[in-house]
């Protein structure tokens, strides 16, 4: 099956600094990439839709310039957490669906992220 | 926001089939049910989907009420392994899916007990 791969799989930083999350499609192409974050014992919640050459699109209360997402090739999307802080800390986990044609949505592992 | 209802916790004895109830009673004549299940600190893992038929594969079956307004997930002999948190989702046909992303509701804390 499709594998997505994600890098780094845990992360800690200090508060301020910013943090690069990956998102790589590793045997098929991803137009559309998705960004979830999860907070411990709660749902997966979307953050972003990135599309692979254009500006990604954020859902409500989800701050772009705060979390930066770059889709610059069709198997890779990177989200970037710019100073972060420790109320960012949460599981990242993104998704990208094959542009194949049949849009099925594949996910990766994960990332956790902690900020101290 | 999600388009089902799932109970919050199921508990399940390890070889026992396991079944799973999801409620989707405003789902649309073209959308597809779809299972994912999340076990701890991992990404979600597909398990079947289905339109009108029932679905078998190798993790699990799916069964769909004739009017489509409900379904049950059946793991036929749940293992310590399954442990996990079950989500039940809608989404539009392939095709018609855009950029709609999974909307993942709160799911089912599924344990599997020795």
Known sequence: GAVVSQHPSRVICK????????????DFQATTMFWYRQFPKQSLMLMATSNEGSKATY???????????????????????????PEDSSFYICSARDSSGGYEQYFGPGTRLTVT | ??????PPSMDCAEGRAANLPCN????????????YRQIHSQGPQYIIHGL??????????????EDRKS????LPHATLRDTAV???IVRPPYGD???TPLVFGKGTRLSVIA
Do not use: P
Request: net charge negative; proline share 0%.
């Open chain 2, 71 to 74: 379904s049950t997930l059946i």
């Open chain 1, 15 to 26: 508060s301020g600094t910013s943090v690069k999350i990956e998102c790589r499609s590793l």
């Open chain 2, 24 to 35: 989707h009673s405003t789902i649309s004549g073209n959308e597809y049910v779809y299972w």
């Open chain 2, 52 to 65: 009108k038929n029932n679905e078998t594969n190798e993790m699990a079956s799916l069964i769909i009420t």
């Open chain 2, 1 to 6: 926001d999600a388009k089902t209802t799932q």
């Open chain 2, 86 to 88: 079950y989500y039940c």
């Open chain 2, 97 to 99: 899916s855009g950029n």
């Open chain 1, 59 to 85: 859902e409500q209360g989800v701050e772009k310039d705060k979390f930066l997402i770059n889709h610059a090739s069709l198997t890779l999307s990177t989200l970037t957490v710019a100073s972060a802080h």
